[in-house]
């Protein structure tokens, strides 16, 4: 099952990614959240260390790849190869769930080379489960509710410690 959700920021995208990952690793799966630049990084440290064929096979074994914010940083040639290699050794055997802004007609302007950009978005929607989580962002639609009420909106300090949590950390008010 591959996972695709191309929608604007702020409307729950990482949210899912993370939902999805805890659920599959409290299941017993390998999982690995990641967000695309971060990883492009390590792949382009890891080809110049001469280790990148290790790399890449530690990311194929993984039950589930969660790729966040792809498409938010353009790649140059190097890193889209590198992020490619990932992708094709994860090819029908591993879930990737991607997280992006953009629709797959703009993944052009984060792969330069535009048959490896039409080489990714079809190897990540093969099989896909395409989901669009909305337009508006969550952020924004919460500061501009507490606006109007004439209340401040709701901050959160981390996963955990927002308002309406009640994990340890929860602060009351």
Same mark, same amino acid.
């Given at each position: 099952?591959?996972?695709?959700?191309?929608?604007?920021?702020? !409307?729950?995208?990482?949210?899912?990614?993370?939902?999805?990952?805890?659920?599959?690793?409290?299941?017993?799966?390998?999982?690995?959240?990641? $967000?695309?630049?971060? #990883?492009? $990084?390590?792949?382009?440290?890891?080809?110049?260390?001469?280790?990148?064929?290790?790399?890449?096979?530690?990311?194929?074994?993984?039950?589930?790849?969660?790729? %966040?914010? #792809?498409?938010?940083?353009?790649?140059?040639?190097?890193?889209?190869?590198? #992020?490619?290699?990932?992708?094709?050794?994860?090819?029908?055997?591993?879930?990737?769930?991607?997280?992006?802004?953009?629709?797959?007609?703009?993944?052009?302007? !984060?792969?330069? %080379?535009?048959?490896?950009?039409?080489?990714?978005?079809?190897?990540? !929607?093969?099989?896909?489960?395409?989901?669009?989580?909305?337009?508006?962002?969550?952020?924004?639609?919460?500061?501009?509710?507490?606006?109007?009420?004439?209340?401040?909106?709701?901050?959160?300090?981390?996963?955990? $410690?927002?308002?309406?949590?009640?994990?340890?950390?929860?602060?009351?008010?």
């Amino acid at each position: 099952m591959l996972q695709s959700v191309a929608v604007p920021v702020g !409307t729950g995208k990482s949210h899912i990614l993370i939902g999805v990952g805890v659920a599959a690793a409290e299941a017993g799966k390998r999982v690995r959240y990641v $967000n695309c630049a971060g #990883l492009v $990084n390590e792949l382009a440290e890891a080809a110049d260390e001469r280790v990148l064929s290790r790399v890449v096979a530690r990311y194929g074994r993984l039950d589930l790849l969660l790729l %966040d914010e #792809l498409g938010y940083v353009s790649l140059d040639a190097k890193g889209a190869e590198l #992020l490619f290699q990932v992708i094709t050794e994860r090819e029908e055997k591993a879930s990737i769930a991607v997280a992006s802004n953009a629709p797959f007609s703009e993944w052009g302007r !984060t792969f330069s %080379d535009p048959r490896l950009s039409a080489a990714v978005v079809d190897r990540l !929607t093969f099989k896909a489960h395409i989901l669009e989580t909305g337009t508006q962002s969550y952020r924004l639609r919460s500061s501009r509710a507490a606006k109007s009420r004439g209340a401040k909106a709701p901050v959160s300090d981390g996963p955990g $410690n927002g308002p309406g949590s009640t994990g340890p950390s929860s602060k009351e008010g």
